[in-house]
């Protein structure tokens, strides 16, 4: 289908200069998009250009792009003062504070400043995509983008449908996330969207398995990153992200399910958490990494 967005010159908006906001910008620039960039503390819009010109100039190192290449992209971010700036984008993608309330009050004002042909997304990870929209005057242009960190790093972008969002949108951000140099995958809206739902699986299994003392955490690991082919296991996975993301992301899934037991949050990670024992941030989690590193702590 033929995307509602243009081939050529496409301009767009994103609001929030964060560690997403940041790297959504790079994406769009080094994919040929004008990028308007702002956030309501104007010096996280200064360091985010700051710390583009730097992650560009290491890829210009690498030689993944030329110099002529990072300066357009450079040429192509325009920091905005606000999203009053905003009236000729096509398509805007909030990555705000992850808070419905905000969010809600930020598409409401959007709303009132885009034309009604642009698309607006959101990089929320963990709301409705159904109920961020549910306020909008026209919810069928709201879809979910949500990117993972650090985005440039990162493939993997989940576009998703809210139940009113109408399918063009979802196809016109197919085709952007392609651009972007991403690997785009369509899903529906649901608690944790896809990755997040898996994931709960590989964790929360494993730590049943071990809660209920059929093998240690350390093997469990062992086994599903030699012998299954895993890069990590899941609690090496789980002390990267850190349990103060994991568990409280693991809580709502399991609440917006209704209690469904396959997500029912685990007691083994809960102790931990209690403990501050959140993984690489804290040099202690499943293991320790302060001195004797990658021990697993029983
Ligand atoms: P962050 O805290 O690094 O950045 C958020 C930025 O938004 C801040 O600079 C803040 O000043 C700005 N902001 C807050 N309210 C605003 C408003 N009303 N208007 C304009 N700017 C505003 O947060 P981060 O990590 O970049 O997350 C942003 C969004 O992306 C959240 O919805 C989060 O759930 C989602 N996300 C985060 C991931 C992560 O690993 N950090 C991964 C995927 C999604």
Request: hydrophobic share 45%; charged share 25%; glycine share 8%.
């Amino acid at each position: 289908m033929e995307s509602v967005l243009p081939k050529e010159n496409l301009v767009i908006g994103v609001i929030g200069a964060g560690a997403m906001g940041r790297g959504i910008a790079q994406v769009a620039a080094t994919g040929g998009m004008t990028v308007l960039l702002t956030d309501t503390r104007p010096e996280a819009v200064a360091d985010a250009v700051k710390s583009i010109e730097k992650a560009l100039a290491r890829l210009t190192e690498k030689g993944t792009i030329d110099q002529a290449a990072m300066d357009r992209a450079l040429g192509r971010i325009k920091p905005a003062q606000s999203v009053e700036q905003f009236a000729e984008c096509r398509l805007v993608i909030e990555a705000i504070i992850e808070r419905l309330d905000v969010k809600q009050a930020l598409l409401a004002q959007l709303e009132s400043i885009v034309s009604d042909d642009c698309i607006i997304a959101s990089n929320t990870s963990s709301l409705s995509i159904t109920t961020i929209a549910s306020k909008c005057r026209h919810p069928g242009r709201v879809a979910g983008f949500h990117f993972f960190n650090p985005v440039p790093a990162m493939k993997l972008v989940e576009v998703i449908d809210g139940l009113q969002t109408r399918p063009d949108v979802g196809d016109a951000l197919m085709d952007v996330g392609r651009r972007m140099g991403r690997e785009p995958v369509r899903i529906k809206d649901a608690p944790g969207f896809l990755v997040n739902q898996v994931g709960r699986a590989y964790t929360l299994e494993a730590a049943h398995l071990v809660s209920e003392g059929i093998a240690t955490f350390a093997d469990v690991d062992a086994v599903m990153r030699e012998t299954v082919g895993f890069r990590m296991g899941p609690f090496e996975l789980l002390d990267l992200v850190g349990l103060d993301v994991n568990h409280p992301a693991t809580d709502a899934i399991y609440r917006q399910f209704y209690h469904e037991p396959r997500y029912r949050p685990s007691v083994l990670m809960q102790s931990r958490l209690d403990a501050g024992m959140l993984g690489r941030k804290t040099k202690r989690g499943f293991y320790d990494y302060s001195e004797q590193k990658d021990a697993p702590l029983a």
